[in-house]
């Protein structure tokens, strides 16, 4: 219902439960996205984000500006619809089709800026790191191939950032994170990363993260299934 407004799937986290979809802003590196989640024992309770980021596939702290989308919200107070009916889940998303479109692209035009200049040197350093990578051999040889190049700790340490508990946000997408950390730690050459706990380190993080984005993008499907090849 959303492909005529230009929103195709995505992610959202992998610890929620919901859908996401994803279009191009007009500012290059910018993505509005807009995401719902379900609550509720059976996941009656919807609530709609708008959100403007500069991660494609799925949406994270720092990188990505969310608002609830009140204004299709039935509990003001909650911010959810309870859908009970297949006709009540009907006039939701007519709702959502109508209002979201035009939301995000207000957020975007508010928050925008100051996520590209707050994300400017992240978003530099990771470009320039998946430079580095070859998009065609896949991520499961780029793995190998960092990992005869890489000393033996730095392997280790890639594997323990990207066990990091709130590291994944795309389930299945293991592998994906642990070239994202290779890729990270290679371009570390000072050492600085080594031994870090990414969720106190922001630059660290979100390296990772925006690393992890663009390795998705290697096969557009990798947004909405696994994230390997």
Aim: hydrophobic letters at 45%; aromatic letters at 6%.
């Amino acid at each position: 219902m959303l492909a005529p407004a230009g929103l195709t799937p995505a992610r959202v986290s992998g610890f929620t439960h919901g859908c996401g979809f994803v279009r191009h802003d007009s500012c290059p590196n910018l993505y509005q996205q807009l995401a719902t989640t379900f609550a509720g024992r059976r996941h009656e309770a919807v609530v709609a984000y708008a959100q403007v980021s500069v991660t494609k596939w799925f949406a994270f702290k720092g990188l990505t500006e969310p608002r609830v989308l009140k204004e299709i919200a039935q509990d003001q107070e909650r911010c959810w619809t309870i859908v009970r009916s297949t006709r009540e889940a009907k006039l939701w998303e007519e709702l959502l089709v109508r209002v979201a479109p035009t939301k995000v692209v207000e957020l975007a035009a508010q928050q925008g800026s100051a996520l590209l200049e707050r994300t400017a040197m992240a978003r530099r350093t990771a470009a320039g790191l998946l430079e580095t990578l070859d998009a065609q051999s896949g991520v499961a040889m780029e793995v190998d191939r960092l990992g005869t190049v890489l000393r033996p700790e730095k392997v280790a340490e890639a594997e323990r950032l990207a066990s990091r508990l709130g590291i994944v946000q795309v389930p299945g997408a293991k592998l994906t994170y642990v070239l994202a950390c290779l890729a990270v730690l290679e371009g570390d050459k000072a050492g600085s990363f080594v031994a870090q706990d990414p969720l106190l380190n922001n630059e660290l993080l979100w390296q990772i993260e925006l690393v992890a984005d663009g390795i998705l993008s290697w096969d557009e499907n990798a947004g909405i299934r696994s994230g390997e090849r």
